[in-house]
């Protein structure tokens, strides 16, 4: 692939600094994160609950607390647009030209995100005339057809509308203005396997030549079925990543291993202990280097730690603190 | 055996959800319920975690039938199933602490000094004990769901619902929360009624022994 990324992530981190009634800890939310997502692309990034997943995203989005901050570069660049360094832009450039027009993103639980007195016509129509300028009737009843919506179902409140239904109104509204980037965090916790399954493939669909999708989720089915690369994400950092199929092939990682060992088909053994204390890591890390070791009795039989938590580039794949032997 | 018989359940004014439906559930064993979003698997649970009476039809517990006109349900009888849900927010109060949260059911029945007893239960979930003090806000779903399995085995119930438990959980805690159900299994003879839309899940976690819908 000779076309540049969509989306380029260099040792961005995120951290959040707790009060004084919470001991005035910093939480590493998200440490030296580097990705590329191209176009054509469904990027998963993976792990467990509280890992940071979600956090990378709404730090893509502009939409972190105030008590967080953000380091490193992130950096949208599509099209004939101008480039946006996501992580320094002013909220006023991420509000007017990114959310929505230029980074689409799809929620987790879309029921309860949407408006629950106005009708998904009434939401989606006010996604096309912020957006577009203007609410062509035949245009967004178009975008529903496209995403599997009858348009009859628009005329439902969101409580008449079933959770996969839901889950395709926030699909809609987050393509109302063709963004060249689309992020779903956690679109499919909830909804049973028939409907997984849909709304992942709308994800996959949507990847063409113009458009890359980042998929945060912790459903490994579900990111096995459409991602073209996957990210394994452990205490705040990417441990592995590279082209989905040889990654869950042939993971390289103890932690990726054991991640897919806890599936009902890969010996449903759960990752033994706990993740970190993400307000200990700074500790743990200057201790041990590679922070999985603590979980991983049988680190040396796996593959040679370096204790090194930065990625190690591998042709087409990178690995942190175990490089394959 | 917990069984229901015959149960026609549903809610105001609608249809039937559960139409003449029988399931039994027996001690020491887990059985798989296997079915699509909306097929009735969470109406059969309330009925047979006795939260919902059901329009006709008979639950039996360990040979006993359920009834009255009110449905009042005697309360040795009630904390004899426990039931774990989907959703963990939702099932607590969020102005309670982890720990009045897994006590609730001691207290409620007299116990003094459960403390002992919530630690035990913490430690067996794999809820880590620093964790009891925190209200609902400040952990994850994960650790809550924890939680509300600990507060589900605490009465130590004959058979324990688990109604799409680990639907909002990553692989590795699902896998570490069945175990702690099935540990039970072995070691109490507890009954457990697991269900899930999850079919490969189910057969990990039941084996054969999988009702489908």
């Known amino acids: 692939m000779q076309q540049s990324p969509l989306l380029w992530l260099d040792d961005m981190s995120v951290r959040f600094e707790l009060g004084r009634s919470r001991g005035s800890e910093t939480v590493h939310a998200v440490t030296d994160a ?19 997943k979600s956090v990378l995203a709404s730090a893509l989005l502009g939409l972190l607390p105030a008590n967080a901050w953000s380091r490193g570069r992130a950096l949208l660049s599509s099209g ?35 408006t629950p007195v106005r009708t998904a016509r009434a939401q989606l129509s006010e996604a096309f005339r912020e957006l577009r300028g203007r609410a062509d009737r035949a245009e967004v009843e178009a975008l529903a057809r496209r995403v599997g919506l009858d348009p009859d ?5 969101p409580h008449e509308l079933s959770g996969g239904m839901a889950q395709r109104v926030a699909v809609a509204s987050a393509l109302v203005a063709e963004p060249p980037v ?33 998929l945060i989720t912790h459903d490994l089915d579900a990111a096995a079925r459409v991602a073209t690369h996957v990210a394994v994400m452990y205490a705040s950092r990417v441990v592995e990543s590279g082209p989905a199929a040889e990654v869950f092939g042939e993971p390289w990682h103890p932690y ?20 970190p204390a993400l307000t200990e890591l700074a500790e743990l890390e200057r201790e041990w280097g590679c922070v999985f070791c603590l979980r991983c009795p049988e680190t040396p039989g796996v593959a040679p730690c370096n204790g090194e938590p930065r990625l190690v580039e591998h042709g087409r794949r990178s690995v942190a603190a175990h490089p394959p032997c | 055996m917990l069984s229901a018989r015959g149960v026609v359940a549903g809610y105001a004014r609608g249809r039937a959800v559960l ?12 059985r798989g319920l296997a079915g699509p979003s909306g097929c009735g698997k969470s109406t059969l649970a309330r009925v047979l ?86 209200m609902p806000h400040e952990v994850s779903d994960g650790q809550l769901q924890r939680a509300c399995l600990a507060r589900a085995m605490a009465p130590r119930p004959r058979y324990l619902i688990c109604d799409e438990m680990t639907g909002m959980l990553d692989a590795s805690t699902t896998a ?22 999850d079919e490969s899940l189910l057969r990990a976690w039941a084996g054969d022994d999988v009702i489908r819908w």
């Open chain 1, 256 to 275: 990726t291993k054991r991640l897919l060992g806890a599936l009902p088909e890969g010996g449903f053994q759960p990752v033994p202990g706990h993740p």
């Open chain 1, 34 to 52: 580097r990705l590329r997502l191209f176009p054509g692309q469904v990027l998963a990034l993976v792990g467990e609950s509280g890992c940071g």
């Open chain 1, 182 to 214: 689309v992020i779903a965090d956690e679109p499919t916790t909830g909804l049973d396997r028939p409907l997984v399954e849909r709304v992942t493939d709308l994800l996959g669909e949507l990847a063409d030549r113009e458009r890359g999708v980042l």
């Open chain 1, 80 to 114: 004939t647009d101008e480039d946006v360094e996501l992580l320094a832009a002013p909220e006023s450039v991420l509000a007017r030209e990114v959310r929505g027009r230029r980074v689409g993103l799809v929620p987790q639980s879309a029921a309860t995100h949407l």
């Open chain 2, 19 to 30: 139409d003449g439906v029988d399931v039994t559930v027996p001690r020491g064993a887990v």
């Open chain 2, 176 to 197: 570490a929360l069945v175990r702690v159900v099935t540990g039970r299994v072995a070691e109490e003879g507890t009954g457990v009624l697991a269900i899930s839309h």
């Open chain 1, 153 to 157: 179902e628009l005329d439902h409140y």
């Open chain 2, 49 to 134: 975690a006795l939260l919902q009476r059901p329009w006709s039809g008979t639950v039996e517990l360990d040979g006993r039938e359920i009834r009255g006109a009110r449905y009042s349900v005697p309360r040795e009888s009630r904390t004899s199933v426990g039931i774990v849900f989907q959703q963990p927010r939702p099932a607590v109060d969020p102005r309670m602490t982890l720990r009045e949260i897994v006590s609730e059911p001691l207290r409620v029945r007299g116990a003094r000094q459960p403390r002992a007893r919530v630690d035990e239960l913490a430690e067996t979930t794999g809820l880590d004990a620093e964790l009891l003090g925190r």
